[in-house]
């Protein structure tokens, strides 16, 4: 594992995160050559699976879906 002086690593914060970020290899780093902090990548982001079926089985169909949700004697359109 490559190693950073807490100095170096203080005035190069940003560039070091990214590199870490796109090379995927931890980093420790030393102040007076003790360990203070290790720098890892983070982990792979989760993929998922596409919008087309991901809500599949979070539902719960109740009752009749097809019939009309009120009888037709109480449909005011019909009334004429």
Do not use: N, Q, Y
Request: one cysteine or more.
């Amino acid at each position: 594992m490559e190693t950073m002086a807490v100095s170096k690593f203080k005035a190069h914060c940003l560039a070091v995160l990214k590199r870490v970020r796109k090379t995927r290899k931890p980093l420790l780093i030393t102040r007076f050559g003790e360990p203070v902090a290790e720098i890892v990548p983070p982990s792979a982001p989760r993929r998922s699976k596409g919008w087309m079926g991901s809500l599949r089985g979070t539902a719960e169909v109740v009752g009749d879906i097809v019939a009309p949700a009120a009888p037709e004697e109480e449909w005011e359109t019909l009334r004429s």
